[in-house]
C-alpha cells in the first residue's frame, strides 16, 4: 500500500525520473551550452536530453569533473563560478564563486577535495566536494616571488594534484593526503609561460606546452627526485609566432597504445610521440590545424576536429597507419567530442547547428541528432571512473 | 506539501536508498557469497553493505558484469543460472537458469546483449539484457563435428565476442551487429584444450591458456586475417602436470603500462611479458602460487594472491623494478580483491573470516572492515566503463 503510494507520488517527479523513481546514473552526461550559462543532462543510452540546468555563469571554455557515485558534476565556469550539479533532479546542489578568473578543476582521486586553477588571483583553491567549504589555498608564488597564473590542473594518484605555473615558468605536485598542510614540489625554470598541461590516462606522465618557448616539458612522476625535462623542441610555436588563442589545448591529445598524438601547433598535423621515449616517431597529414585529437577507447582510431575556418570536419585517423581512414562533415562548428566509455558510440557537438550528433564508432553512421543551445564541451560520467578526469 | 510527503514516504524505504530516494550508482558493487547463493551490494563511498539479495542458485566460481547505466548486475552461475540484479532496489529483477553448467559471460559494448559462455550443452547463448529473452544461440561445434564445451568468453569492440572451444582447440570471434546472422570466424587447431582466455583492456589481443600443451595462444584482433599465435612455450603445465584445479585463472592477469604480468603455472612466479613483442621480459618471485594478479589502475603496483595453503596473504609487486615491495596477511582464504576505479582503494574478500577488507592502496592501512557470508568475488559497477570487462 505504502510501496504503492510512493510510486503514484513519484510519477509526479519530472521527466528525467524513471517511473519508480530510481536510475543508474552510468549513462549520464553533461553538455555545456556555453551562450546561455546553461547546461543539458542527457542520457547516452536513450540518445536524448532529460534536463537542463540554468544558472552556471560564464561558461567559456567551461569544464566538468564527477563525483565517484556519478551522480554529481563540478561545472567550472569562466568566472571563477563552481557549480555542483545534481544530475538525478536537474538542479544545482551548491554553488560558489570562488574567484575573479579561473581555468578547469579537477577532484582528487578519493572525490574528497575539488581544487580550481586561477588566473585571478592566481594559485590554487581547494574545496570540499560534499559542501564546497573552502579548505585549503594554495598560492602560486614563483621563485621570483610574484604570483603567477596556474593552468593544467589536474588528479594525480594518491590524493594529489599537478599544475603549471604560467608567469613563473614552474610545474608543481601536490600531496594533499594532509589537506591542512599541503607537501608541495616546486620544480622551477622548466620553460617559458607553460600555457597548458595534461597527464596520460594512467597518471604518470605530466606535459606542458610552452607559449613562449618551442617545445614541450615532461614530468614522469614515478621518478624521484622529480625533475622536469624538455621534449619535442620544434612542436611549439616558435617558428610561427602565433596568436595564443591558436594554441591547441593539451586536453585535446590522445594517447593510444604506446604512442601520444597531440595536435601540432599551427601546422596542419597531428604529432606522434612514443610513449617509452618521448621522442617523435611519427606525422600525420590532416585536414586543417588539430583542436583536439580523441582516441576511441580502444585506441584502434582518433578523432580530430579543426580550427575555424575548417571546423565544420571531423578526420578519423588509423592509429596503427597513422592514416586519415574517414572524413565526416557534421555541420558548423564541430566544437568537441565524447566516446561513450566502451567506444561503441560518439557524440559530437556541432554548435553552430545547435545540435549534438550521435555517431557508430565502427560504421561512422550518424544515430540521433539532438537539440542543443549552441553546445559545446561534452562531459560523460564515465569520467569519474579516470585518473587525470 | 507534495514533495514533503514523498521525502516522508522514502524514508520508510529501505536503507540503501538516500533521504531523498535517490543515489548515484558509480560507487556500487557486488559481492559474491557462494555457500549461501546470496550477494552483497555495497557502496565503495561509504565502505559499506547496503543490500544483500538471496536465491542467485550456485555461485561457484561466479562472475558479473554490469549495465552500462551501472543500475544492474548480470550475475553468472555454475548452474546455469543467469541473474539480472538490480543494484538499487536490492532484488532479482530477472533470473532465468539457460544452461545446465556455465562458465562465466559478457555484455556487447553497446550494452543490449548479454552472452553466455557453457559446459553443458556448451556453445555460447545470447540473451536481451533488457528481458533476459533468447536471441541467439551459436553451437560450438568444432572441425572435428563435435560440440564443445566454452570458455574465456570475452566482449570485444563493435559488438564483438570472443571465445575459445575447450574440446576442439579453437578459437572464435563473433561479430553479432546482425544479431540473426552471428558473423564467426573460426580459428583452429590453436592447440590442446584452451582452458581460459581473456583481452588485454584495449580489447585488441586475446590470449588463452592451454592445459593439453605448454603455452599460450594469442590473437591480434587488429589484423586481418585473424590468425592464432603461440607464445610463451614453458609458461604452461607441461613440465609438471598439475591437477587442473590448480590452474590460475587468465582473469587473474595484469596488464600495466608495455607489460602483463601473468601467473606461472605451479610456480611461485609471476611472469612480465612484453605487450609489444609477447615475449617474457622478466619474472617476479612471489610467495606462493599467484591466483589473481590484479594492477592498480594507474599500473604503478600489482596486487597478487596466492593457492592455498599459503592463501591468507598478498604481495604487493612494483611494476618498474618487478620486486616485491610490500606483504599483508589479511587471514584465511584471501579469494579475491577489486580497486576502486581511481585505485586509491582496495577491496579484498577474506572468505574464512566472512569479512571484506579494505585498504588504502597508497600506505597499505586497513581502513574498514565489513562483515560478509563467506564472501569470493567482488565486481564494482566501474567495470560497466571497460572493454572486456
Redesign the interface.
Known amino acids: 500500500m505504502?510501496l504503492r503510494?510512493?510510486l503514484t507520488?513519484?510519477l509526479?517527479?519530472p521527466a528525467f525520473a524513471r517511473a519508480?523513481?530510481?536510475?543508474?546514473?552510468?549513462?549520464l552526461g553533461l553538455v555545456i551550452e556555453r551562450a546561455t550559462g546553461s547546461a543539458l543532462i542527457v542520457d547516452?543510452?536513450e540518445r536524448k536530453a532529460i534536463g537542463r540546468v540554468e544558472g552556471l555563469g560564464d561558461l567559456s571554455h567551461a569544464s566538468a569533473v564527477?563525483?565517484?557515485?556519478?551522480?554529481?558534476a563540478y561545472v567550472f565556469g569562466r568566472d571563477g563560478g563552481l557549480s555542483k550539479v545534481d544530475?538525478?533532479?536537474a538542479t544545482i546542489a551548491r554553488r560558489i564563486v570562488q574567484a575573479g578568473n579561473s581555468i578547469g578543476g579537477a577532484i582528487s582521486?578519493?572525490?574528497a577535495l575539488i581544487a580550481v586553477s586561477n588566473y585571478e588571483p592566481g594559485g590554487v583553491r581547494v574545496f570540499d566536494a560534499r559542501t564546497l567549504d573552502p579548505i585549503a589555498s594554495i598560492p602560486a608564488v614563483g621563485a621570483d616571488g610574484r604570483t603567477s597564473k596556474t593552468i593544467g590542473l589536474v588528479?594525480l594518484?594518491?590524493?594529489r594534484f599537478a599544475w603549471a605555473l604560467y608567469d613563473a615558468g614552474e610545474i608543481w605536485i601536490a600531496d594533499l593526503?594532509n589537506v591542512e598542510a599541503p607537501a608541495v614540489t616546486r620544480l622551477t625554470d622548466v620553460g617559458k609561460l607553460p600555457y597548458d598541461g595534461n597527464v596520460t590516462p594512467?597518471?604518470?606522465h605530466y606535459l606542458a606546452g610552452l607559449f613562449g618557448e618551442d617545445g614541450v616539458v615532461h614530468v614522469d612522476t614515478?621518478q624521484q627526485p622529480l625533475k622536469a625535462e624538455r621534449i619535442l623542441d620544434g612542436y611549439g610555436r616558435g617558428e610561427q609566432q602565433l596568436p595564443v588563442y591558436k594554441m591547441p589545448h593539451l586536453e585535446g591529445w590522445a594517447a593510444v597504445?604506446?604512442k601520444l598524438l597531440l595536435p601540432a601547433v599551427g601546422h596542419h598535423e597531428l604529432i606522434a610521440v612514443d610513449?617509452?621515449k618521448f621522442t617523435e616517431v611519427g606525422r600525420v597529414a590532416t585536414h586543417g590545424q588539430p583542436v583536439f585529437a580523441v582516441a576511441?577507447?580502444?585506441?584502434?582510431h582518433v578523432w580530430v576536429n579543426f580550427a575555424h575556418p575548417l571546423n565544420d570536419t571531423i578526420e578519423v585517423v588509423d592509429t596503427?597507419s597513422l592514416e586519415v581512414i574517414h572524413r565526416l562533415t557534421p555541420g558548423p562548428a564541430v566544437l568537441h567530442m565524447e566516446f561513450?566509455?566502451?567506444?561503441?558510440?560518439v557524440w559530437v557537438s556541432v554548435r553552430d547547428a545547435d545540435r549534438i550528433d550521435v555517431y557508430d564508432a565502427?560504421s561512422f553512421a550518424k544515430k540521433a541528432e539532438i537539440p542543443a543551445q549552441k553546445p559545446s564541451g561534452i562531459f560523460f560520467?564515465?569520467r569519474?571512473?579516470?585518473?587525470g578526469?
Chains 1, 2 share one sequence.
Do not use: V
Open positions: 505504502i503510494l510512493i507520488l513519484l509526479m517527479m519508480d523513481g530510481l536510475r543508474g546514473t552510468g549513462n547516452t543510452g564527477f563525483s565517484p557515485d556519478q551522480r554529481y544530475l538525478l533532479t582521486d578519493d572525490g588528479d594518484p594518491g590524493r593526503t594512467d597518471g604518470r614515478w597504445g604506446d610513449l617509452r576511441r577507447p580502444d585506441g584502434r596503427e561513450t566509455p566502451r567506444g561503441n558510440e565502427a560520467t564515465a569519474a571512473t579516470r585518473i578526469q
